[in-house]
């Protein structure tokens, strides 16, 4: 059974503890990216983690050279349980984050393909070889797209390490459409449709049946 992620992607404090306290039964994980730590602070990671308890993923996509990704990590590490880095940059960055990371038994968490349309621009062609990279770097896991399922197929089977995958709901990915390509270390990453609803509760608690069944 994959594991449910929420994307708190609010800009706004109060709502995102609020969006927390009334989904904390029905996720596993909460994944904060730059819209709620630029409007809040990176401190918001240990108020979720007080909060809630459950592990806090920084989407920061870092994508810089190796000495600025290793402060980055190092500053972001200090309260979340892992970071979202780019592969396109090259093995020297991600290890960057590694060194930093494994000091502190955090994960990093290694982009290959995207889930918007855009995504097949650039990033498609060479998402195999980043798919690749990952599997030999030995990151924690990877991010697959959940709106091209094929895509998600290939890229898990090369990189062989568990996924965290977005774009279901508002993206127009559907958990039936992947449920049978994920296992247990996977995670479904699922923002708007849960936030953006009249009632985040009812709906974190569909999501996560949908992926019991
Ligand atoms: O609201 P929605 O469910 O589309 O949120 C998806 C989340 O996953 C957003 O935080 C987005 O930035 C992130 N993401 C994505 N595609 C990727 C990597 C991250 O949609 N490839």
Redesign the pocket.
């Known amino acids: 059974m994959p594991k449910l992620m929420l994307?708190?992607?609010v800009l706004d404090r109060d709502e995102a503890l609020r969006i927390v306290e009334e989904v904390k039964d029905y996720v596993d994980a909460i994944?904060v990216?730059y819209?709620l730590v630029l409007s809040s602070g990176l401190e918001i990671v240990k108020d979720i983690k007080k909060l809630c308890n459950k592990e806090v993923i920084c989407?920061f996509?870092v994508a810089d050279i190796p000495a600025t990704n290793e402060k980055i990590a190092k500053v972001t590490l200090k309260y979340a349980d892992g970071i979202?880095v780019h592969g396109f940059v090259g093995e020297d960055s991600v290890k960057a984050v590694q060194d930093v990371a494994k000091k502190l038994n955090k994960k990093v968490i290694m982009?290959?393909?995207?889930?918007?349309p855009g995504?097949v621009q650039f990033?498609q062609p060479i998402a195999d070889k980043l798919a690749e990279m990952a599997k030999k770097l030995k990151v924690d896991a990877i991010?697959?797209?959940s709106?091209r399922p094929e895509r998600l197929k290939e890229i898990k089977n090369t990189a062989k390490l568990p996924v965290?995958?977005?774009?279901?709901?508002?993206?127009g990915?559907k958990v039936e459409d992947i449920i049978n390509i994920l296992d247990d270390n996977d995670y479904v990453?699922?923002?708007?449709?849960?936030?953006?609803s009249k009632n985040p509760k009812e709906e974190a608690k569909k999501y996560k049946e949908m992926l019991t069944k």
């Open positions: 994307a708190l992607d994944k990216g819209p989407d996509k979202i982009v290959t393909e995207m889930s918007h995504a990033l991010v697959a797209p709106t965290i995958t977005p774009g279901v709901g508002a993206q990915g990453i699922v923002g708007r449709a849960i936030y953006q």
